[in-house]
């Protein structure tokens, strides 16, 4: 069983090393879950599908999946993070400032 993970980490703009240690895992397991030569245990999927605020039925290729709530645009979310890695960390802080402050309404 294949999952969605090398598009969506190149839609992030992430490296399979990147990836890896966001995940707390190694560059070859990251390979090795791409090609399809073995597959992440459920938390490391559960951790992937939160990374990317995808479903599940995404991350496993399922299509024509009835939803409820409006879709997440991938592709808005993906330039959005690559424009925050280009941030320093200084900026990348206030902008997590901002969004925390909205959480508070």
Do not use: H
């Not at 490296?15 to 791409?34: F, V």
């Amino acid at each position: 069983m294949k999952l969605k993970i090398k598009e969506l980490r190149e839609e992030f703009g992430m490296t399979q090393k990147e990836l890896a240690n966001k995940l707390s895992n190694t560059q070859r397991n990251i390979s090795n879950w791409e090609n399809g030569v073995s597959e992440p245990d459920c938390e490391t999927i559960l951790k992937i599908a939160d990374l990317f605020e995808v479903s599940l039925d995404e991350l496993f290729y399922r299509e024509n999946i009835t939803q409820t709530a409006e879709p997440i645009n991938t592709n808005r979310n993906a330039d959005l993070y690559r424009k925050i890695n280009m941030l320093t960390s200084e900026q990348r802080n206030a902008i997590f400032a901002l969004i925390d402050s909205f959480e508070k309404y």
